[in-house]
């Protein structure tokens, strides 16, 4: 016990006080991340939406990351990261108060569309600031740190999403308004006098100044042209449509099948985010420099999917519970290493673009995973989606493996 204690706290040991208090302020703002979880059932119980309704509404969620995304990163470099994230928080407070007056299926489809617009501003301004504010020697834990504040506010907040959810849905909206605000209090408060890290700041002006002569050597690859990235990328893809099942008809699931209560849905997939914060760090920490990334992401691609078949039987809450540890086990061991595989494949002048285009591969996903997987729940039942979910990711475990063997006989490296 010692010995995990000592690791875990020498994880996060000479991060700025900067780091931390972004990490405070996605901590209050995830907390609120109430209403997505318990999206598809407050539409089923309390609109009467039928499954695949349901499931266009969570693609508009989709759709309004993927352009809140990019609007996000033009908008951080025109106007600073601070304003924007400022002007996120600020927004979203009015757009989820209104929320519950929208309760037809083109009004709730327009209205999440909007929502997840002006949210996911946020992010690639809040990724620019903990650049900015980091030490460039800590910027890898300082993410990681982020990390860790956005899980652990996604395993509080559906949990008291689902109390909330037994007064009434309409607190759900007025939940995530109220930890919005209080982001944006504390993001005020520290944040609007502070100067970003020195070393940072240099290495950044340093960077600038090296502009010309990248782009006077030799052409790097392009991400978007990038033939094996680009096979990785629509693996990706599928991965993350069977994975995130998660969050779109997994409550429902738990809801039409199990016959949970909304607090009883929101403690199981509040675990998901407590078994992550509790391990992921000393998980990854073991495993990264014993095996290689592509065993790595083989096994935790399959773990992932052995939780989604557990599924088809049924054992009762503590089987549950185990199949929610699994896949979190699964998501540890392949999600972190998404982002190594991207930036190893890049240079040094395009990094962002093969992260940015990762990313893509994200939020594309989230455009049709929930009304696929709606619509196969809908037609055909929940064991065919679990089995077809549980088969994708195990392709998909073996497509990583084969990709990334490939991009590194092409570095010399297998």
Known sequence: MKTFLKLYIDSYRGLSPAAWL????????????????????????????????????LGCFGLGSVFGSWLGGWLTDKFGNFKIQLWSLILVI??????????????????IFLLTLVADTFRPANSVSVARYAKPENITRAY????????????????????????????IFYGNALAAAVAAVVFIYFFRNRKPNVAAEKESNQAKETEVEIAEQKPTRNAYSDGLF????????????????????????????????????????????FVIV??????????????????IMLWGTVIAGISYMMLN??????????????????EMLTLPFLATVSISRASKSNQGA???????????????????????????????????????????????????????KEKGLA
């Open 278 to 295: 509790l391990f992921e760090m000393i998980l990854v920490h073991m495993v990264e420099h014993r095996f290689s990334v592509k065993q």
């Open 313 to 330: 039987v049924d054992y009762g809450i503590p089987w549950l519970f185990l199949a929610m540890f699994l896949l979190s086990t699964g």
């Open 144 to 171: 990681s740190l982020n990390r860790m504040a956005v899980n652990l506010g996604f395993s509080i907040g559906p949990a008291l999403g689902g109390f909330l959810a037994k007064i009434s849905y309409d607190w």
């Open 94 to 111: 009015p757009l989820f108060l209104i929320l519950p007056q929208f309760r037809s299926f083109h009004g709730l489809a327009v209205m």
């Open 230 to 273: 680009i096979i990785f990328n629509i693996i990706c893809v599928f991965f993350n449509m069977a994975f995130f099942q998660l969050l779109g008809t997994l409550p429902l699931y738990y809801k039409e099948i199990h016959l949970l209560e909304p607090d009883q849905i929101g403690l199981l997939l509040g675990f998901s985010g």
């Open 354 to 408: 093969y992260m940015g285009f990762n990313s893509l591969s994200f939020a594309v996903a989230n455009v049709f995973c929930a009304y696929l997987g709606t619509y196969i729940a809908e037609h055909f039942g929940y064991n065919i989606l679990w089995t077809g979910a549980g088969t994708t990711l195990l392709i998909c475990a073996l497509a990583y493996y084969w990709i990334i063997n490939k991009m590194d």
């Open 22 to 57: 972004l990490a405070l302020v996605m901590l209050i703002n995830r907390t609120g991340s109430m209403v997505i979880p318990f999206l598809g059932i407050y539409m089923s119980s309390e609109l009467g939406f039928s499954k695949p309704q349901i499931g266009i509404v």
